[in-house]
């Protein structure tokens, strides 16, 4: 996925680029950001949500591993699963439908969510509290 990340650049006509991740997307950007390719091509990293994953995993495994970032966390393992991509646009976009009736609005498209999903988070996915 790392190499991804560089494609979708050179796509996009980006010899050298700003990244942001979030979530997910912010694991892959410490990943591509401290790669030798990234070295060279990242300008700027910012991660949304997700320290270093060096910090990320002592709060999760270490010493003094914080039981609610665990419990928070969970949500990580959907990803390993068989067909995940599947599972896990089904699921936001049932939870996004169902935040949005309790705040009165309209359901969005699917289409629209799952574009927000894959432009704003490539390819990470915010997680619920």
């Known amino acids: 996925m790392r ?3 560089f ?5 996009s006509n980006f010899s050298k680029f700003h990244l942001v991740g979030h979530d997910h997307g912010a694991c892959l950007g410490w990943v591509s950001a401290g790669s030798a390719e990234g070295r060279a091509k990242v300008l700027s990293y910012s991660s949304l949500s997700i320290p270093h ?3 990320f ?3 999760l495994a270490g010493p003094a591993g914080d039981l609610q ?3 928070a966390s969970q949500y990580f393992t959907m990803f390993v699963l068989n067909d995940s991509a599947a599972i896990h646009n089904d699921f936001w976009y049932n939870s ?4 949005m009736r309790c705040a009165g609005s309209p359901p969005p498209p699917p289409a629209l969510l799952l574009i927000v999903l894959t432009v704003a988070s490539l390819p990470c996915f915010s997680g619920q509290r």
């Open 3 to 5: 190499d991804d990340v």
């Open 7 to 11: 494609a979708i650049a050179a796509a």
């Open 53 to 55: 994953p060096t910090a």
């Open 57 to 59: 995993n002592a709060a």
């Open 69 to 71: 970032q665990q419990i």
């Open 96 to 99: 996004m439908v169902r935040v």
